[in-house]
């Protein structure tokens, strides 16, 4: 396996998965939205267990960068040089560069960039979670901020955001289970087929996290998800 998207923000802005290829452990992406080639990684090399349930994500505040597994710290980066996240306003390719993906790169995406395992419970803040939040968070306490929250407890082809925000969203071939961490969930596959693979899109995010998370200005973010995977690696 080389790398399985679990979160991902196109035109290069944050990322979380694990990493196969390069760390065999979880890793969290930004890029700097005055230059999007320039990105920061952290990452933990930890194995994949099969059925295990693990809470992982990223905080953000423009100088650092940092990467919770189960509630404690685990890698982190505090020399990032006043980065701004990339507001995904520039751009040339078609919707998927302004949307967010669960469980896979992009629509395209297959095989070595998908998801192969149970996602539960996907939450964005629009501020950069303290450690002591992100410990209550993993112990189901909610922090204040949230942006978009998906418990991904709907059997339907659509998922609502839960923060009251409106950002719904899709979902492609992706299997409703009441295995969940939290209540029900969605199972992903890493299939070989390049438009048969599964996935969640939540359209259109841009317009609100550009003005009111404020990618350009602001420089903080916090995403969470639980995961489980379907094999050992």
């Known amino acids: 396996i080389w790398d399985s998207y679990v979160l991902f923000?196109?035109?290069?802005?944050?990322?979380?998965?694990?990493?196969?290829w390069s760390h065999d452990g979880w890793e969290c992406n930004v890029w700097n939205q005055s230059?999007?080639?320039?990105?920061?990684?952290?990452?933990?090399?930890?194995?994949?267990?099969?059925?295990?349930?693990v809470h992982v994500g990223c905080v953000f505040n423009g100088t650092f960068l940092g990467l919770y597994i189960n509630g404690t710290l685990v890698a982190s980066n505090n020399t990032v040089p006043n980065y701004k996240l990339q507001n995904n306003t520039i751009g040339c390719c078609g919707d998927e560069y302004f949307d967010l993906f669960i469980g896979s790169k992009n629509q395209y995406a297959y095989n070595n960039l998908s998801w192969n395992g149970t996602t539960d419970d996907i939450r964005i803040?629009?501020?950069?979670?303290?450690?002591?939040?992100?410990?209550?968070?993993?112990?189901?306490?909610?922090?204040?901020?949230?942006?978009?929250?998906?418990?991904?407890?709907?059997?339907?082809?659509?998922?609502?955001?839960?923060?009251?925000?409106?950002?719904?969203?899709?979902?492609?071939?992706?299997?409703?289970?009441?295995?969940?961490?939290?209540?029900?969930?969605?199972?992903?596959?890493?299939?070989?087929?390049?438009?048969?693979?599964?996935?969640?899109?939540?359209?259109?995010?841009?317009?609100?996290?550009?003005?009111?998370?404020?990618?350009?200005?602001?420089?903080q973010i916090s995403y969470f998800g639980w995961f489980k995977s379907n094999k050992d690696l």
């Open 9 to 20: 923000k196109p035109k290069y802005s944050f990322l979380l998965g694990w990493a196969g």
């Open 35 to 53: 230059n999007p080639t320039q990105k920061v990684a952290v990452w933990k090399t930890r194995p994949l267990i099969k059925d295990e349930w």
């Open 125 to 219: 803040y629009n501020r950069s979670l303290s450690a002591l939040e992100v410990t209550d968070l993993y112990n189901t306490v909610t922090p204040s901020g949230l942006i978009g929250w998906w418990t991904l407890d709907e059997n339907a082809s659509k998922v609502t955001d839960h923060s009251n925000n409106g950002f719904n969203g899709s979902v492609y071939r992706a299997v409703y289970t009441l295995s969940g961490r939290v209540n029900s969930a969605y199972a992903f596959s890493d299939n070989d087929e390049p438009f048969n693979h599964t996935y969640i899109r939540i359209n259109h995010l841009s317009p609100y996290v550009s003005n009111t998370l404020d990618f350009v200005n602001g420089s």
